[in-house]
Structure formats: C-alpha cells, structure tokens
C-alpha cells in the first residue's frame, strides 16, 4: 500500500505536496519521494528512505521548483524495502520525460517485463513494478505521437493501451515534461484515487489527484469526484482538465481492505464514508459475538488502538458492556503492520502498545482489533492482556479471516504466513492464545461497508479467495510466495 497526490497550481506546489504526505504517511513508512516541474519542462525530484519528516530537509524544499508536482508514500509490496533505487517517483527522459507514482501492484510484471526486454528494448533497473508501469506507459506514449505536439488524444489512446498491457491494481499520477499532469485507475478501481479542485480570485483553477479525500478537505479543495475505474484524467499546464473512459470493460470493485484498516477514518473513498463503515461493522460483530460468546463471559469491551476504535464502541454499545481504553499507545513507534519480517513485528509490539493493569485485573475482556493477518501482534496483545491480570481473554476481529494472499497491493502475500490460512477458529483461538476467537463474518462485512452506497461489489480476495480481476491462477500465488521466500 502506498499514498500517492499530484497537484497543479499558480505557484510552487512543493510545500502543499509535503503537507499531503505527511497526511498520508499512514499509508507508507519505507520511503518517499517528490517531483515537481517547470514550466520549461524541468524536473526536479527528492526521494529518500523514511518518514517524509525525517527524508526532506530545507534545502530539498527548496530545490523543488515548480507549479506542478506529484509525491508518494511507500511501503514495499513489491522490490525491496530497503533499497532507497526503488524508492518513487520513478523517471524516463522518453517521451518528453516522464515522473510517474504507482499505488498497486501489478500481476503480470514477468510477462511485462518479458516484453518490455525483447519487444520495446527497453532497459529496466530495479524489481519495482512502478519501473514497469513507467517504462510502459512511455513506450504506449510514443507509439501514440504523431505531429510536432502531444495532444490529450494522444495520451488516452496510449492509457488505453497501457491498460490493456497491464493487470492487477494501479492508481497512477504522472508529469508529462511541458504538458501538464496525468492520472488514471485500473479498470477495477481497485485502489482508491480522489480528484478536487480550487478556485482562485481571478477565475482560474488548482487541481488536485490523491489517494484519500483528507488532502483534499485539509488543501480546501473542493471535492470533484472519484476518479472512475478505467478513466484516464489530465490537466495541461494551463489548468484545463481533460478526461476519457477506458473503451473496455470496467467495473468499480474497491478494496476492502481500505475500509477494514489501510484509509484513515476521516477519509471518504467511493462515497462512502471510512468512519460510518467502520461503525457499521461494529454493529455486525456485536450481532456474531453474541452468538458465539458464552453469557457472562465479558465484562468490558477494549479495543487495539487505532484503527479498532470505532468498531469496539459501537460493540459496546449493542452489547451493552462498558468501554474501556486498556492500551496506551505509543505514538512515536511506527505501525507495525506494515514492517517487514515477522521478528520485527513481535520485538516492536511491546514498544508500541503498554497494558494498564488496573483496566485488565480480575476482569474478562473482550478485545477488539480491525483485522488479524499474521497473528505476531495479536499472540502478544493478549499475552499483555493476560500478564496484566485479565481474568480471560476473548479476542474478535472487525474483518473475517485473512485466508489467502492479497495481490493487490497489500504485503499479505505468502498463505503460510497468514494465521488463518488452513485452521479453524477454534484452532486460531488456540494458537494466538484466546479463550474465545470470534471473526465477522465474510457477508457481513461486505454489507458494512457497502450500505447505503452505489457501489455494488468489493474486492475480498484475502477473505474469500475471489480475485476480481480474473488473472490470479494457482501458479502465480505459488510464483510470489517462492520469490518472497527466496
């Protein structure tokens, strides 16, 4: 997962691009990175390992020049963490020059980067897939020019091509060097991509594309839109916008996962509102733990900060048992979801969540978290809970179990790292550690999420093995859990 924006303004964009990141740096703690243009075409760009605080210093700032500019958040799902070369946005001086930021991940890099080597000569130097997506995009891009100048029918007929070469998720923003700025979502819409635009005193407008309406709202942009599945969005230098539908087939089928955990609660995706949904399925599981659970088997609800929160009120509430805050959290530690390696994980646990035991002695609690994918963090949780006097432990998940490999984006991508994967929840409450496991159910989050939306359906793919985009086989998930191993 990553968080990427791209604006178009009258002045420098860089300080408004370092905002939007440090807004979204929930979405990437790896690296980040920033690209800004003139007029003239020149790009300017900074990228470093790290939190945006710790990457950019003033005189990186203020080498950013320029009224056009796009950044990006980054946690590796694909290439490696460390490795500061993968690091985006990725450049190509052909056509024109190229700064392209990539949130996805694409499934079919072998075969793309089989006929990037052979078929287009063209030369890649990292294992990123954003590498890929640029060094497509650039050929698809030339193969489209035709006259001294590039006009914006040129660049959706590329898109349109690039789309029918790539597979998997991708919201992409782009600069076109002496043109203007390029964004579009896979024909899925699988990772989320907002537009919004501001209107200046003498008539003219800014624009904004990013992934989470927060920017916008924090920018004072108004909200335009989503961008839609399959559509292609560019605005020239002059601050005209242009747009095109993918001629094939397309379907807005948003992650799940992006309402469970990965958005924060104050952003809106695909008119739905990450808060409400989160308290909705808080209200579903209240519905499955009074089913599952004994009576009288818990005395207080507590819930694993952050992003827990809004479920375990509203459990709470329907259960009617008190809500308690037991964990005090430690917010200068980063998330650990999103730290590569299991020992990682279990070593910053206890650094980044302290037990008060006057909330847990001589107690049954009920402990709820947003999701349970490798189970490091939950096994300690409830040893914390346990060591901290609580009389038993009952653990329960807003999402389902995480059953399969994520693809799309999310660093789930191995089934034997995944708890769930090949157990029963009684075999999971076992092995975490539980007196009682309780899971929300797959439809039911599916409902949570989507009522009272437009939206018809959502990728579940870790939770029921459903791959929306129909390219997933059996020999690609074994293909990424032994390049993940090796």
């Keep these: 997962m990553c968080g990427i924006v791209g604006m178009v303004g009258r002045g420098n964009v860089n300080q408004e691009i370092y905002d939007s990141l440090l807004l979204l740096q929930h979405r990437g703690q790896d690296s980040t990175g920033i690209a800004t243009a003139e007029p003239n075409g020149i790009f300017h760009i900074a990228k470093a390992r790290g939190q945006v605080r710790e990457a950019f210093r003033t005189r990186d700032m203020r080498a950013l020049l320029g009224n056009i500019g796009l950044g990006h958040v ?50 890649l130097n990292t ?59 896979d024909p899925f819409g699988i990772r989320p991509l907002i537009l919004g635009t501001r209107k200046n005193d003498d008539g003219s407008y800014e624009w904004v594309v ?22 292609t969005v560019f605005i020239d230098l002059d601050g005209h916008l242009h747009t095109r539908q993918y001629a094939g087939t397309a379907q807005l089928v948003p992650c799940s996962f992006e309402y469970v955990y990965l958005a924060r609660p104050d952003s809106v995706m695909n008119g739905i509102s990450v808060y409400e949904a989160r308290l909705r399925m808080g209200d579903r599981l209240a519905d499955t733990i009074a089913k599952y659970t004994p009576q009288g ?82 096994k300690e949780i409830i040893q914390m809970a346990r060591d901290a006097g609580a009389k038993s432990v009952t653990f329960a998940s807003a999402a389902p179990p995480v059953r399969y490999p994520h693809v799309y984006g ?29 899971y929300q159910e797959v439809e039911d989050l599916k409902a949570a999420i989507l009522e009272g939306s437009d939206v018809d359906d959502l990728d579940m793919s870790c939770f029921d093995g459903r791959y929306v985009t129909g390219t997933v086989s059996e020999e690609y998930l074994a293909w990424v859990e032994g390049t993940q191993e090796s």
């Design 74 to 123: 980054r946690y590796a799902t694909k290439g490696t963490a460390g490795n500061e070369e993968e690091a985006q946005p990725f450049y190509v001086n052909a056509p024109y020059g190229i700064v392209l930021v990539h949130n996805g991940n694409l499934t079919n890099t072998r075969e793309l980067t089989d006929e990037l080597f052979h078929k287009d000569r063209r030369h």
């Design 297 to 378: 088997a818990i005395d207080v609800v507590m819930p694993i900060p952050d992003s827990s929160r809004p479920a375990a009120m509203q459990v709470a509430r329907k259960l009617g048992i008190e809500y308690r805050e037991g964990f005090y959290k430690n917010r200068y530690v980063g998330r650990t979801f999103i730290m590569p390696g299991q020992a990682a994980r279990k070593r910053s646990v206890r650094q980044k969540l302290n037990a008060m035991s006057s909330e847990f002695k001589g107690k049954n609690v009920l402990l709820i978290d947003d999701s349970i994918v490798r189970g490091t963090t939950s």
């Design 127 to 185: 294992s990123s897939d954003t590498e890929l997506l640029v060094n497509v995009l650039a050929n698809e891009l030339q193969a489209s020019i035709s006259g001294p100048r590039l006009d914006p029918e040129q660049i959706f007929d590329a898109v349109g091509r690039v789309h029918d070469r790539v597979e998997g998720s991708y919201a992409t923003i782009a600069l076109i060097a002496g043109y203007g700025l390029l964004a579009f979502r």
């Design 210 to 231: 990013a992934s989470e309406s927060l920017v916008l709202e924090n920018g004072e942009f108004e909200v335009v839109r989503d961008v839609m599945p399959g559509e």
């Design 410 to 438: 999310i660093n789930m991508p191995s089934r034997h790292e995944l708890v769930a994967h090949g157990r029963t929840i009684p075999e999971i409450a076992q092995e975490l550690g539980a007196d009682y496991m309780v």
